[in-house]
Each structure stands twice: as structure tokens, then as C-alpha cells.
């Protein structure tokens, strides 16, 4: 922009530097002639230069995240700290950030206008493809934000449900996160705009037909009914796989806890398989069954299950129902923590909220301390007197053999031991 002002002849006023923190930058000149050596066209001209193929083969999507809170700050930091995690899961390029504590959440808007107008300046500024908030949005929160700029606005569920999809390897993995996108969807159809209008009607389209709005909510609902028969044809063969377990008498234990807490590495390590092992979230969302001896006497059934997380999205959780009956009918739910995360006093009342609602509170239960590996000589010492045989590492295998004892300690505190040594035994 230039302008002419009293005491300065011209001034022009463009974007930023980006190594400087301010969005925009001002240059005074007497003479409209030097305006032509302003750092500005300078710059601008360089950037036209670039090859443009190499930029796009090798950028990933640059996301603005913000961050709401109604609780505390330490919930702000907590959740702040969570989401950046889940975008290095999937490799974004975080270019921006903004908090706001509230004591009560904008219901138009989610957060408040002023500060909602600086985030949209900014993403703008930095070219973000996307701006995404720590929290769900209501579909009509989405609505009001998405007509005050032309940047996608995402939450937290879509990007829960992102990393799914790319992690999604078997077809039932993928009916199920089908099914969750879905039910996302369908309320937030309204107010898409262009892509959603009204089109022509039948015979020699006289006068306005349907409009593609119903079409695609019609389809939404279609599609979500034939996909909740096949999660419930899913459910009934693992109920029928589970009742042939029961008659073997065989007893049952399921890996639970936080996504990373290296359940997956745990399983392998206890039961010599082949599971897959990554520090990035839900990198498991199939449940897998090995038989594991605990000792020459005693055999087991052992699960592993995909990971939780604070405020797990309902419609994840009604998809996910056939892998969470896998957990309700377990004997033992082994509750894994990942003892090097500062956080994990926070992150066990989370998994233990997640039972609370879908109603396996009751399931008897114990808690193993992971990664004893990451934590300091006296860290590590001062955990193992408070829990001396429930503290592990699941990559070293330091108190694999402990574990073991403890768990077959607990299975003989439940009862009806002796029918699972007799089936060892066979």
C-alpha cells in the first residue's frame, strides 16, 4: 500500500520481514522515484525466481493452531503441548500460534473476537493453509469463523481423525474411521457455500430440483447406516472368537493406557511378536491376540489394544465399539505408563475417565510403569520402591521377569486359577 501523508510525501506499508516478529513494515520516502529501491520489490522479485516444483515436492501443509482453555493455564499448556504432538505425527509445519484463557467459552465464535481477528491476520501472514483449534468446534463455532476468511478451519477431532486414516492398514480399521468421518461430517454440511447449491429439477428442469445439500446429507445417512451393520456383523464374529476363547478356558489380559505409552513394544517384548512399534500416535488400531506363558505353568491370552487420549471424540468412540468390546471382556486390563512423561499423573486420570464412559471402570485392572530407560538413576530407584515389580522397559527388557510374576500374582487373586494352569498344562 502507498499512501500520501502531510509531513512525509510517500510511504509504503507491505508484509514483513519473517525473522522479525512484526506483520507489516513501513518505508518513508521523499521521492516517489526511490521508491523503486525499497527492499520490498527487491525481495519480491528474488521469490519469483525460485523453482516453484521443488517447494511443493518437499513442504508439508503449514498449520496456525490456537489454543482455548476455560479450566487453568496448566490444562492450556498441557492441551497446547498434546496438539503440537499430533501434528508432528503427520508432519505438518506448524507456522504460528495463539492461547487465550477464558473464563467461559464464546458460543458464537469459540474464542474472543479481538484476539480472533489477530489469528486470522496472522495465518494469513504466514500462509497457513490451515488454522486449527486445541478443542472441538461446533459446527455453527466452524460456520461463524469460516465466513470471516477463506483459510480452512479444522479442530482437533479432524486431526485425530486424519492421523487414523494414514494409520489405517486393515479393512475393518478403515470401516471403522469411515464411519467416525462421517458422523463429523454430517452435521457440519450447512453453510459449505458453492459447493453444496441448489441445481435444477427433473423433467426439462422446469423450476429448482433438489438441492445437493439434501443429496449429500441423504447419502451421509445411507452410508453411515450400511456402515453401522458391518461394525455390527464385526462385533458378532469377535464375540463368537471370544466365547471360543472362553471355552478353552484361557485367560485374558488387555494392554491399555495412553497413545505412546509403548504398549505396543511391551507386547512384543512379552509375547515375541511382530507388532508394529512407533513413537508417533495411534500408530495401533487393530486389536492383536497372542498366547504368552508367564511362567512353564501359565498361559495367557494377551491383547494389544489402540491408545487413548484426553477427550476422545464420541463418534470415535461409537465407531470404535467392536475394538472396545475386545476390552470389556478381558479378565485383566494392564494399565501401561509412560513414566518418563512429566505428565503422567494427568494422562492416567484420562485413560481412567475413557473407562468411566464406555462402562469398564470395574474391569480389575493393575498399573505398569514403561520406559524406565528415559528416566534418571534417581527417578528410577525412587519409582521402584513405591512399585517394585511393576516397573518396566519395554526396550532394554529391565523387569520383564518381575512383571510377569506380578501379573501371575493378580490372576490367582481373581480365582479360578486352577482351570488356567490345567490348560497350560495341555
Not at 450447512?190 to 433438489?210: C, D, H, M, T, V
Not at 528415559?374 to 512399585?387: D, Q
Request: hydrophobic share 30%; proline share 2%; aromatic share 6%.
Amino acid at each position: 500500500m502507498i499512501q500520501n501523508s502531510e509531513h512525509i510525501k510517500f510511504q509504503l506499508c507491505h508484509k514483513g520481514d519473517r525473522s522479525t516478529k512484526s506483520l507489516w513494515k513501513l518505508e518513508d520516502f521523499d521521492d516517489i522515484n526511490k521508491l523503486n529501491n525499497s527492499s520490498f520489490w527487491i525481495s519480491s522479485s528474488s521469490n519469483k525466481k525460485k523453482p516453484i516444483g521443488k517447494l511443493v515436492q518437499n513442504s508439508s501443509e503449514s498449520l496456525y493452531i490456537v489454543g482455548v482453555s476455560d479450566t487453568d493455564n496448566i490444562d492450556l499448556k498441557s492441551s497446547m503441548k498434546e496438539l503440537k504432538e499430533l501434528c508432528i505425527s503427520l508432519n505438518k509445519n506448524i507456522v504460528g500460534e495463539k492461547t487465550q484463557l477464558r473464563k467461559k467459552i464464546d458460543p458464537s465464535t469459540f474464542i474472543g473476537k479481538g484476539l480472533l481477528n489477530e489469528i486470522l491476520l496472522e495465518a494469513k501472514f504466514y500462509n497457513a493453509k490451515r488454522i486449527l483449534f486445541n478443542k472441538e468446534l461446533q459446527p455453527y463455532q466452524s460456520k461463524k469463523i469460516s465466513m470471516l476468511t477463506n483459510i480452512n478451519i479444522s479442530d482437533r477431532t479432524d486431526l485425530i481423525l486424519e492421523i487414523f486414516e494414514k494409520n489405517a492398514q486393515s479393512k475393518e480399521a478403515h470401516t471403522q474411521i469411515e464411519l467416525a468421518r462421517l458422523k463429523y461430517e454430517l452435521p457440519r454440511l450447512a453453510g459449505q457455500g458453492l459447493n453444496f447449491s441448489q441445481i435444477s429439477g427433473g423433467i426439462r428442469s422446469k423450476g429448482p430440483g433438489e438441492k445437493k445439500l439434501e443429496q449429500r446429507r441423504r447419502y451421509l445417512r445411507k452410508r453411515i447406516n450400511e456402515l453401522e451393520k458391518q461394525i455390527d456383523n464385526l462385533s458378532n464374529r469377535r464375540q463368537l472368537t471370544r466365547s471360543q476363547r472362553a471355552r478353552n478356558q484361557l485367560f485374558s489380559a488387555t494392554l491399555i493406557g495412553y497413545t505412546c505409552a509403548g504398549k505396543s513394544t511391551l507386547f512384543n517384548k512379552l509375547t515375541k511378536a511382530n507388532v508394529i512399534e512407533s513413537t508417533k500416535a495411534f500408530s495401533t488400531l487393530n486389536p492383536t491376540t497372542r498366547k504368552t506363558f508367564l511362567s512353564k505353568n501359565t498361559q495367557i491370552l494377551l491383547s494389544d489394544t489402540v491408545g487413548f487420549i484426553s477427550d476422545l471424540p464420541k463418534d470415535l468412540v461409537s465407531s470404535f465399539r467392536a475394538t472396545l468390546e475386545e476390552i470389556s471382556d478381558s479378565n485383566l486390563l494392564i494399565h501401561i505408563v509412560d513414566a518418563s512423561d512429566k505428565d503422567f499423573e494427568e494422562k492416567i486420570v484420562s485413560v481412567e475417565k475413557t473407562l468411566k464412559e464406555t462402562g469398564l471402570e470395574e474391569n480389575p485392572k493393575i498399573v505398569v510403569f514403561n520406559k524406565l530407560d528415559l528416566l534418571s538413576p534417581e527417578e528410577h530407584s525412587e519409582l521402584k520402591k513405591i512399585y517394585p515389580d511393576q516397573c518396566v522397559s519395554s526396550k532394554t527388557g529391565d523387569g520383564i521377569n518381575n512383571l510377569k510374576k506380578y501379573i501371575e500374582l493378580q490372576i490367582e487373586s481373581i480365582g479360578n486359577f486352577s482351570s488356567y494352569k490345567k490348560t497350560a498344562n495341555l
